[in-house]
């Protein structure tokens, strides 16, 4: 017969055995805890078909548009360029001037047509936002856009 003090330690491989089971747990947590992850992007809805030509890279295409997406609310408009006071706006396409999402959907639009684009954040103003606008970092945004003419 042996006596075993309830106070000594655990055998050294319990330890191993358990610092093995709480790394198993924290595993199968991180796999199965949801992620949020995007897909690099935007996806166009065309609202109302165009019927001119599509612009070409460097052209001066000029726009109506309407922004959705204020302090992450995707209903929430945060600029429009039919606000009072603005005017359409003017831009190069496909030089990087504007966000990747209009540059990249506005020249695949026909002049005339009028499209939603939903944007990824990556594809918006990404990890810095525009908080001047309400946009917060990381957001998705919705524009209306209405292509009125290209130079």
Known sequence: YRYVSPCTSPPPHLYLAFLLLLCSLFIIIVRTAPHHHYS???TKTIIREGNGEKPR?????????????????LT??????????????TFKVGKGQVIKGWDESV?????????????????AYGAGGFPSWGIQPNSELIFEIEVLKAT
């Open 76 to 89: 929430q408009k945060f600029w429009s360029t039919k606000d009072p006071g603005q005017q359409p706006f």
């Open 57 to 73: 890279s460097g052209q001066s295409v000029t726009v109506h548009c309407t922004g959705y997406g204020k302090n992450g609310d």
């Open 107 to 123: 020249i695949d639009m026909r002049i005339g047509e009028f499209s939603r684009v939903h944007c990824t954040p990556d594809y």
């Open 40 to 42: 690099m992007g935007f």
